[in-house]
C-alpha cells in the first residue's frame, strides 16, 4: 500500500530530529521510503507562540495494516523523546499518517485521512509536490485542488500602525486613541477577523509596547517592528519573515481607518478572485481631491498605477478618483513586486504604490473595487478628525 506520512520537529536540534526520524523509517521493516519531499519551515499550526517547524512528507511502500504503521509513527516518536505535552505543543518529533491509499478510518486512536489535511497549507505543499493527482477520499478532490482551493481561500491582513501621528498633538500613538470607547486599530482588527483572516500581522513602530498592550490578545495576530518609518513600501518590507508561510491573498490596511466595513473587504476579495488579478485596490471618486494618490488607467480601464500627489504632474492632479489606501493582493505577487521598490523619489521614501506600475510591467492584471462611502475610508490626523468620524458613526447609529 502507498501511504503518506507528515514528519514535524520545533524543539532545539529539529534538523537532527527531522533527520533521524527520517532514518527511521528508512531503516523500519516493512516499510520503503520511496520519495521525501522538500523540507520547509513553517510556523506552527493552532499555538503561535512557540518555535517554527521544519516539516517534510514521505511517500512510502508498506505491507503494515493502518494500526501498524501508527504504532511504528509512536515509535518513531518516542525514539527522539517526544512527549506529549498540550495540544498543536512543542515536538521533538511528531509523526501523522496522513493518507493510507484510499482508505478511511475514524477510530478513537486513528483518523485517515488526517483530520482536517484540506486546511493545513504546509501539509498540502508538501503533498502537491509528491502526489498532485492523489484524490483525498472523503473530499472526493485530488491534492492538486485542494491546494488550489486553500491557496486562494487562505486570506491574511497587514495593518500599517507604525506611526506616532505629530497631528495628534500627543504622545500617545495615534492608533490607540478611542473612537466610540474602542482603539482605533481595534476597530481594524475586528474587520479583518470579520472577514476570515487567518493571520494578521501588524506593523508597529513609535511606542510599540504601548500598541502590543491595547491590542486584545488573539493567536491569529502578530506584531512587527518598523524601526524606521520609511514609507508604506518599507513597513510592508518589514512583514516577509512573518509572512514568509502564507500563500494566498492579503489584504493592506491603515490603523487610522476604523469605518472600514467587512462588506467593503469582502467586495474587494470577491473580485480580487473573480478577476484574477495580483491586486486590487480601493479607490474612490472626490469632487475635491486634496493630497490623495491619483489613480492611473491604461486603455483596458485597468489600473496602470498611483502618483501620489507631491510627485504628480498638473494635469494629473486634475484626476478625481484617489486612492484609499486600503488594498488586496496575492501575497507571492506583492513581495516579488517589492523587490523592485526603490526610494527613487522626492520624499526618499519606499512607496507600496509603486508595486502597481511594477505588477503592470510584469504583464499581472490590477484591478479596483470604487467605495461609494467615502466616510469608510477617512483616516484620522487629528483629535479634531476623530471627534468628527465619532460623532458621524454615533449618528448613523440611531437612525
Known amino acids: 500500500m502507498i501511504a503518506y506520512l507528515g514528519l514535524g520537529s520545533n524543539l532545539p536540534s529539529?534538523?537532527?530530529?527531522?533527520?533521524?526520524?527520517?532514518?527511521?523509517?528508512?531503516?523500519?521493516?516493512?516499510?520503503?521510503?520511496?520519495?521525501?519531499?522538500?523540507?520547509?519551515?513553517?510556523?506552527?499550526?493552532?499555538?503561535?507562540?512557540?518555535?517554527k517547524f521544519l516539516n517534510?512528507?514521505?511517500?512510502?511502500?508498506?505491507?503494515?495494516?493502518?494500526?501498524?504503521?501508527?504504532?511504528?509513527?509512536?515509535?518513531?516518536?518516542?525514539?527522539?523523546?517526544r512527549e506529549r505535552t498540550q495540544h498543536w505543543g512543542p515536538r521533538t518529533l511528531d509523526c501523522d499518517i496522513l493518507l493510507f491509499g484510499g482508505e478511511t478510518i475514524h477510530t478513537p486512536t486513528l483518523h485517515i485521512p488526517h483530520p482536517d489535511l484540506q486546511n493545513r497549507m504546509f501539509v498540502l505543499t508538501s503533498l502537491q509536490e509528491l502526489c498532485p493527482q492523489h484524490m483525498h477520499p472523503?473530499?472526493?478532490?485530488?491534492?492538486?485542488?485542494?491546494?488550489?482551493?486553500?491557496?486562494?481561500?487562505?486570506?491574511?491582513?497587514?495593518?500599517?500602525?507604525?506611526?506616532?501621528?505629530?497631528?495628534?498633538?500627543?504622545?500617545?500613538?495615534?492608533?490607540?486613541?478611542?473612537?466610540?470607547?474602542?482603539?482605533?486599530i481595534q476597530w481594524v482588527i475586528d474587520t479583518a477577523l470579520q472577514v476570515d483572516c487567518s493571520e494578521i500581522v501588524c506593523v508597529v513602530g513609535y511606542k510599540k509596547e504601548v500598541v502590543i498592550d491595547t491590542v486584545l490578545p488573539d493567536e491569529r495576530i502578530d506584531f512587527v517592528e518598523q524601526i524606521e518609518q520609511n514609507?508604506?513600501?518599507?513597513?510592508?518590507?518589514?512583514?516577509?519573515?512573518?509572512?514568509?508561510?502564507?500563500?494566498?491573498?492579503?489584504?493592506?490596511?491603515?490603523?487610522?481607518v476604523p469605518l472600514l466595513t467587512a462588506a467593503t473587504l469582502e467586495r474587494m476579495r470577491e473580485h480580487h478572485l473573480a478577476t484574477g488579478a495580483q491586486c486590487t485596490v480601493l479607490t474612490t471618486i472626490m469632487d475635491?481631491?486634496?493630497?490623495?494618490?491619483?489613480?492611473?488607467r491604461n486603455e483596458a480601464g485597468n489600473v496602470q498605477g498611483i502618483v501620489e500627489f507631491k510627485d504628480a504632474t498638473e494635469a494629473q492632479k486634475e484626476i478625481k478618483e484617489i486612492n484609499t489606501g486600503i488594498y488586496c493582493f496575492d501575497?507571492?505577487?506583492?513581495?516579488?513586486?517589492?523587490?523592485?521598490?526603490?526610494?527613487?523619489n522626492n520624499q526618499k521614501e519606499?512607496?507600496?504604490?509603486?508595486?502597481?506600475?511594477?505588477?503592470?510591467?510584469?504583464?499581472?492584471?490590477?484591478?479596483?473595487?470604487?467605495?461609494?462611502?467615502?466616510?469608510?475610508?477617512?483616516?484620522?490626523?487629528s483629535q479634531e478628525q476623530l471627534k468628527q468620524l465619532?460623532?458621524?458613526?454615533?449618528?448613523?447609529?440611531?437612525?
Not at 390 to 399: F, G, I, T, V
Open 350 to 381: 519606499y512607496y507600496l504604490t509603486d508595486t502597481l506600475e511594477i505588477l503592470n510591467n510584469k504583464g499581472k492584471l490590477v484591478t479596483s473595487v470604487v467605495l461609494d462611502d467615502m466616510v469608510e475610508a477617512s483616516g484620522i490626523n
Open 288 to 296: 475635491d481631491p486634496l493630497r490623495y494618490g491619483r489613480i492611473l
Open 231 to 256: 514609507g508604506t513600501g518599507h513597513a510592508v518590507m518589514v512583514t516577509r519573515d512573518a509572512m514568509a508561510d502564507f500563500e494566498g491573498t492579503v489584504f493592506i490596511l491603515c490603523g487610522d
Open 331 to 344: 501575497a507571492a505577487s506583492l513581495f516579488d513586486a517589492l523587490d523592485s521598490v526603490n526610494n527613487s
Open 14 to 51: 529539529r534538523h537532527q530530529h527531522l533527520r533521524r526520524g527520517i532514518a527511521f523509517f528508512q531503516d523500519a521493516a516493512d516499510v520503503e521510503v520511496l520519495r521525501q519531499s522538500s523540507i520547509i519551515e513553517t510556523q506552527p499550526y493552532g499555538l503561535k507562540n512557540q518555535p
Open 138 to 184: 472523503e473530499q472526493h478532490k485530488t491534492i492538486e485542488t485542494l491546494y488550489e482551493e486553500l491557496r486562494m481561500k487562505q486570506t491574511a491582513a497587514i495593518i500599517l500602525a507604525a506611526g506616532k501621528g505629530t497631528r495628534m498633538k500627543s504622545d500617545k500613538p495615534k492608533v490607540v486613541f478611542p473612537l466610540a470607547g474602542k482603539p482605533l
Open 56 to 81: 517534510c512528507v514521505l511517500e512510502i511502500q508498506t505491507s503494515c495494516t493502518p494500526q501498524q504503521l501508527l504504532a511504528l509513527c509512536m515509535d518513531a516518536e518516542a525514539f527522539e523523546h
Open 390 to 399: 465619532e460623532e458621524h458613526y454615533l449618528a448613523r447609529m440611531k437612525k
